[in-house]
């Protein structure tokens, strides 16, 4: 079980995360918990925020572990804008747009739980002038409690409730924290069957399957389309339409392959497929499904290669073929 609490400075969280934790304590006394606190990233790099709030993850049997962070990945969008405005180059920070997505996916696979606590602003501003913090300003709150609503509008994927309590509710903080936990232990259990497949991303029920061939450099990770370097996975990540993109499941074919990709299709509730490029569909193929239970289109990479300005159009056609099928007529779809 993971959960996750979001919030800006001032809101609550701290109390709140110490009666989580006093809680899980007595709910589960033989079982370690291991606590986060996230702030500003050791470095400056894609790559670095994807492995510290991903691919960690992806590493983890949540069925046997407890982990409760303060803060996750939300910081690149609320906080990175006003302290480092220069890692920005669009609404998300060092993330960007297709590691934000890809994060999301990632979490959501394995069950994670966000709770963003939403305290309205003269609250906080009244909370952080009385305690006096250094690092944040009580007319910067505006500006943040902004983001963080841009946050919760763009994480549907993984965030499980946003928690908005009185500002003089401290004597229910015990019911708050028992919300929490009863939702993110249904969150992990709902998650807990996709642990035997580690290379899979997305919700445990998808609205479809986005079935890639093979990943570059297996020593990096299991997981799937990792947007680094401009790569196929940036480029896919960024083109699938909103909200399409929260509801999709990705794997590599030449990851998860034969009765193993049936098996998981099972788990999933055999969502249409989608696969991406040749490569994809010989391992389709090779796994024993059938033509008429996938559409192919082209693979993202030729497309970010030879026709990049069709990068809408082509997360449109993914979307529209996952729901037509194969015996659709459709410029995308590869005869």
Known sequence: MFIIVEGTDASGKSSLISEIDRQVSELYPNQQISYF?????????RRWVLEEYAIDVSL??????????????WGEVTYAPLKRAHTCTDDFGLLGVSGWRWVELVLMSRGASQFWLHQPLEVIQKRLSSRGDTFVSPDELAYILERYTFCANNAVASLAGELTPREDS?????ALAKHVITVAS???QDAARLANYPEYIGPPRPSALLVGDRRNDKSVTVLPFMPVDNNSGDYLMSCLPDPFWK??????????????????LVELGEPPIVALGRMAERSLK?????????????????VRRFHHHDRLEYGN???????LGKKVVDPWVLP
């Open 37 to 45: 606190h996230k702030g500003r990233p050791d470095e400056e790099t």
């Open 60 to 73: 983890v049997d949540w069925r046997a572990s407890i982990a409760i962070a303060d803060r996750w990945h």
């Open 170 to 174: 401290s004597q229910l903080i015990g």
């Open 186 to 188: 249904a969150r992990a």
């Open 247 to 264: 509801t999709v499941g990705i794997i590599n074919g030449d990851d998860v392959n034969g009765k193993r990709l049936q098996r998981l």
């Open 286 to 302: 090779i796994s024993g499904i059938g033509d008429s239970d996938y559409v192919v289109v082209p693979h993202p990479q030729y």
């Open 317 to 323: 056609a993914i979307e529209r073929l996952s729901k």
